[in-house]
């Protein structure tokens, strides 16, 4: 008998798959044997890209500490793999450790076994070279088993997990990989009105005498008309497109007062442009080509890109950038991609571009020509990641160069770098290093991490002319948050690449509990730009997360007050990706003046045992509380009851004035009690409230 069971969820519809119910099968008790080697690659969730079977992470054969093995998963910590056990007696046999593969890189990785969210066994922490250790344990009675390999610290490349001859001796049911129920997609933003509704950040950062573009974001029905009241000296307003631009020569804080209106009805808001040293004065928002395109990339793309964030309503919702990641420039190492090649720079050491970009300077001024920004990306080292031209021992040609195309944000990915190439220098380098001093008061051993960002920060300063969003991106080593702002960092990347798995999600999450103290305005943690709707890298297809994993992606970023650079194809926008990019009170929390990054304030469980919803806090300007509920369970418990916390944990007080689901744009009634009370949620889904003391 096969059962399929509809329920309606907290706003989310679930198709529930026989899998997950208890009761739903009718499998006959047996006593056999569950074996890993019968699993597909797709069971394990990892990090990044699939586990490897009979082979290590990097195609090897499966090696721990000097030993061979034949069968075995070679897998990218953070790995799971979760099994329905519904119950049944057994005992789990495997052996786990280290691959060498990395050798002489060492990644650290704690593996575990849990049963019903309680830890049965754990390996404690193994690191790359120590022998296979033995997992042995009985699970009797658990109904979902769950094995996953934590990594303990920031090894991220080296953390090359095995699961070696894995199997499960169990009389009852039969043993099947666990899966999360088949999630509809479903919107929860409303539609905005057609009335004019001024959306966007509420300040704005400018450096003296640097260009100044700026789109008013605007939703309501076109055509708008835009005025601007005290609009400083140097500054002019386009009244049809609302695009202002000019120059501000004199250092101050402006207040205007912006306001746009049609046939239907006019909006008005308060805005401050500051004239000063600082920019990115809150998280930058906009569009990446890397989670999409990765080396496919080409003039046509960005193009194609920048009408469509103009033409979706994007750039309505304060959507700016339009970012170019690698493989822009000429790639000497893949010879057979005819489009690459060509020589590496102009005889007057200028870069060139490859031949799916033609003008660069027309590029940049077609993207601003929808009063959107434009970015690009380099290296210190003389190659990027992708193994294209790069910015090492050209930086003050190239920052020169990106201020005369217009170039408005640049990522910088450490990538081929190493500080022994200094001394191959050919062009004399004459640059000021205070700021590169003062982070080596602090921090003395750390010249040869810094130094590479802070010639560049000089470079950009004094060649470029004009403001540049200077995005640091060397995946969080050297504790980059301590000092990316010393050198002029207006965001630095906290982790590795991020893919669009849950575990992914999981593992960068985990790394971003303690960097609260170090964002604020014009300087952001970065963890990495956004895997919601189509992407691929490369061959463009859906998000793997569920759409419930989309809304907690977005929610948990906009709290971070991370940067949020979309990095899906917006040729491709649904309905549904669109409602999560275009909730005005959701990014408003990302965007708020105070920039105060949210912090985990605790974890709670729907049971009484096991962690099942984080809850993260990020305080507000205007003196409310924005609290987000995520479920994180790794399993699915469909007896789920709901949780109570007291306001007073929350917001200090016993009870709030007002509360708001930001989601639903809707006022929440406030139960009587002292207590918040909170549905189950969807599976790795969340509630975002804004609470009011
Ligand atoms: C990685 C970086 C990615 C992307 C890629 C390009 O190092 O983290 O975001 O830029 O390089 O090759």
């Known amino acids: 008998m096969r059962r399929l069971v509809i329920s309606l969820f907290c706003g989310g519809l679930f198709l529930m798959s026989p899998h997950c119910m208890a009761a739903a099968s009718d499998d006959h008790e047996t006593s056999s044997v569950f074996r890993f080697s019968d699993l597909s690659a797709l069971s394990i969730d990892q990090l990044w890209q699939q586990a490897e079977k009979n082979k290590s992470k990097d195609g090897k054969g499966l090696k721990i500490g ?182 501000i020569a004199k250092k101050g804080d402006y207040p205007v007062k912006f306001s746009a209106k049609n046939s239907l009805g006019s909006f008005e808001r308060d805005f401050t442009i500051k004239c000063g040293d600082k920019i990115a004065l809150t998280p930058p928002m906009g569009w990446n080509s890397w989670n999409c395109f990765a080396g496919s990339v080409s003039e046509k793309k960005i193009r194609t890109a920048a009408k469509a964030m103009a033409e979706s309503g994007l750039m309505d919702y304060g959507y700016g950038y339009i970012n170019i990641d690698d493989y822009w420039t000429i790639n000497p190492k893949l010879p057979y991609d005819k489009d690459l090649n060509g020589p590496e720079r102009h005889d007057d050491g200028n870069i060139n571009v490859n031949k799916r970009f033609k003008d660069m300077k027309a590029l940049f001024d077609y993207i601003h020509s929808f009063g959107l920004k434009g970015g690009i990306y380099s290296s210190p080292g003389p190659y990027t990641c992708g193994l294209c031209v790069a910015s090492f021992d050209h930086e003050f040609l190239d920052a020169k160069k990106f201020g005369e195309w217009g170039v408005d944000y640049l990522k910088y990915d450490t990538c081929t770098y190493t500080p022994d190439m200094e001394s191959s220098r050919t062009r004399k380098i004459d640059w000021d290093k205070t700021n590169l001093d003062k982070v080596l008061e602090k921090f003395p051993k750390l010249r040869t991490d810094v130094a590479p960002f802070a010639l560049m920060d000089y470079a950009l300063r004094t060649s470029a002319d004009r403001d540049i969003v200077f995005s640091l991106c060397q995946y969080g080593g050297a504790d980059v948050w301590k000092w990316g702002d010393l050198v002029g960092g207006s965001c630095w990347r906290t982790t590795g690449d991020i893919s669009d798995r849950w575990c992914c999600l999981r593992y960068i999450w985990s790394r971003q509990r303690e960097l609260y103290p170090y964002a604020g305005p014009g300087h952001w943690n970065d963890p990495d730009m956004l895997v919601i709707g189509p992407l691929g890298w490369g061959t463009v297809r859906p998000s793997r997360l569920t759409p419930s994993e989309q809304y907690t992606h977005f929610t948990l970023w906009s709290m971070l007050c991370s940067p949020l650079l979309l990095g899906c194809d917006l040729s491709q926008l649904d309905d549904f990706t669109l409602n999560i990019f275009c909730n005005h009170e959701v990014l408003e929390v990302n965007q708020d003046p105070l920039g105060n990054q949210a912090k985990m304030i605790m974890t709670t469980s729907y049971k009484s045992d096991g962690a099942a919803l984080e809850l993260w806090s990020k305080s507000m300007e205007d003196g409310s509380t924005v609290v987000g509920f995520f479920d994180v369970r790794e399993a699915y418990e469909p007896s789920a009851k709901e949780v109570r916390i007291p306001w007073q944990k929350l917001i200090g007080a016993d009870k709030p004035s007002r509360v708001r689901d930001l989601w639903r744009q809707k006022d929440v009634d406030i139960a009587e009690g002292s207590d918040c009370v909170v549905a189950p949620l969807p599976a790795h889904g969340v509630q975002l409230l804004r609470i009011w003391k």
Not at 134 to 157: A, F, M, Q
Not at 179 to 204: F, Q, S
């Open 66 to 247: 000097g030993q061979p093995y034949s069968t075995g998963w070679g897998t990218m910590a953070r790995s799971t793999l979760a099994i329905n056990m519904e119950g049944s007696k057994g005992e789990l046999s495997l052996l786990v450790g280290m691959d060498d593969d990395t050798l002489p890189n060492k990644g650290h990785v704690n593996f575990k076994v849990l049963g019903d969210d309680k830890v049965l066994w754990e390996s404690g922490v193994m690191e790359t070279g120590d022998k296979a250790k033995e997992c042995k344990v009985g699970i009797d009675g658990v109904r979902v088993l769950l094995i996953v390999s934590e990594p303990v610290e920031n090894g991220y490349y080296y953390n090359h997990a095995d699961w070696i001859n894995g199997e499960i001796a169990y009389s009852g049911k039969t043993p099947e990989v666990f899966a999360l129920p088949k999630e509809e997609k479903y919107i929860l933003t409303p539609p905005a009105p057609d009335t004019p509704r001024i959306m966007g950040a509420k300040v704005y950062g400018v450096r003296p005498n640097h260009p100044f573009l700026y789109k008013i974001p605007c939703t309501g029905k076109k055509p708008l008309e835009y005025s601007v009241e005290g609009l400083p000296k140097g500054l002019k307003l386009d009244s049809e497109t609302g695009i202002i631009t000019g120059k």
